[in-house]
Nanobody
Framework: QVQLVESGGGLVQPGGSLRLSCAAS????????MSWVRQAPGKGLEWVSD????????YYADSVKGRFTISRDNAENTLYLQMNSLKPEDTAVYYC??????????????WGQGTQVTVSS
């Protein structure tokens, strides 16, 4: 069965960095686009970033553009999100999610359990 397991979250000071990982299993990882989505306390889901199946194209929400970098290692079946210059408003639970296609899709068919990122001094 499809499994997505996030890790790397934690408490970081404003201006700091974190690298999130998402270990994928149960499907051919290199065939599908992947996304990061976050949910801040008391708010709805917010899309963060997408990457195509081979990693050739990426998209970012305006709120993270220039600070976050999405990448993937298809040999290791792992998705990453490098987060730099973190701000308190980046505090959220971060989810990785699988698209049903090699390219971007508004529908995501599998989600991980999430990892908490807290940005605070």
């Amino acid at each position: 069965q499809v499994q997505l397991v996030e890790s790397g979250g934690g408490l970081v000071q404003p201006g700091g960095s974190l690298r999130l990982s998402c270990a994928a299993s149960g499907f051919t990882f290199s065939t599908y686009a992947m996304s990061w989505v976050r949910q801040a306390p008391g708010k709805g889901l917010e899309w963060v970033s997408d990457i195509t199946s081979r990693g050739g194209t990426t998209y970012y929400a305006d709120s993270v553009k220039g600070r976050f970098t999405i990448s993937r290692d298809n040999a290791e079946n792992t998705l990453y999100l490098q987060m730099n210059s973190l701000k308190p408003e980046d505090t959220a639970v971060y989810y990785c999610a699988k698209a049903p296609t090699p390219y971007f899709s508004p529908l995501l068919d599998y989600w991980g359990q999430g990892t908490q990122v807290t940005v605070s001094s």
